[in-house]
């Protein structure tokens, strides 16, 4: 079994920045991998990034591509989401997941979910 508890959601003005975490804890091996997704009031879940652990492997939403950045910390077992120039329209709640084995952007194929952090852009 494995847990996961995001952090550092808020309330920030656009263009401004946040940093999102999640740890994880529980039965972390070695082939975790883990991704972020986002849900807004009356949308689906939509990917955002994901991160293999070995952190080599890593993609991007059209949507946030070149201003987000996916990282983690092993040695913490930690993932973080760095998100930089923020728009009206990233805000969501914001939900770590983790699976076994390849990251994946489909939400269909992660085992395990946080509760999820609320961001929310002011204009």
């Known amino acids: 079994q494995v847990q996961l508890v995001e952090s550092g959601g808020g309330l920030v003005q656009a263009g401004g920045s946040l940093r999102v975490s999640c740890a994880a804890s529980?039965?972390?091996?070695?082939?975790?991998?883990m991704g972020w997704f986002r849900q807004a009031p009356g949308k689906e879940r939509d990917f955002v990034a994901a991160?293999?652990?070995?952190?080599?492997?890593?993609a991007y939403a059209d949507s946030v591509k070149g201003r987000f950045t996916i990282s983690r910390d092993n040695a913490k077992n930690t993932v973080y989401l760095q998100m930089n120039s923020l728009k009206p329209e990233d805000t969501a709640v914001y939900y770590c997941?983790?699976?076994?084995?390849?990251?994946?952007?489909?939400?269909?194929?992660?085992?395990?979910w946080g509760q999820g952090t609320q961001v929310t852009v002011s204009s």
């Open positions: 529980g039965r972390t091996f070695s082939n975790l991998a």
């Open positions: 991160i293999s652990w070995s952190g080599l492997g890593i």
């Open positions: 997941a983790a699976r076994y084995g390849r990251s994946s952007s489909a939400t269909s194929s992660y085992d395990y």
